[in-house]
């Protein structure tokens, strides 16, 4: 039983998971905070905030990048087991 992993170990890409996740929620917010003003009729917020927005893009691809680093290193584990 010790050559299994432990469930509350971390695995490689899993903090890139979580920073990506952290990323895109903040990408999440800054977007609903950026349209709000769109559809309540007030002004809109400055152009900055719409960069902000971009935030989403950027966190899906760091988690993006977290689930090939851990892909690839369960591959890379799986070959060495043969």
Avoid at 37 to 66: C, K, R, V
């Amino acid at each position: 039983m010790r050559d299994k992993t432990q469930t509350n170990s971390a695995a490689p890409g899993d903090r890139l998971i979580r920073a990506g996740a952290i990323v895109f929620f903040i990408g999440t917010v800054a977007t609903l905070v950026t349209v709000a003003p769109l559809l309540l009729g007030t002004t809109p917020f400055p152009t900055y905030m719409f960069g902000l927005s971009m935030l989403m893009g950027a966190g899906f691809l760091l988690a993006g990048a977290g689930v090939f680093q851990s892909i690839a290193a369960g591959r890379r584990q799986a070959r060495a087991g043969r």
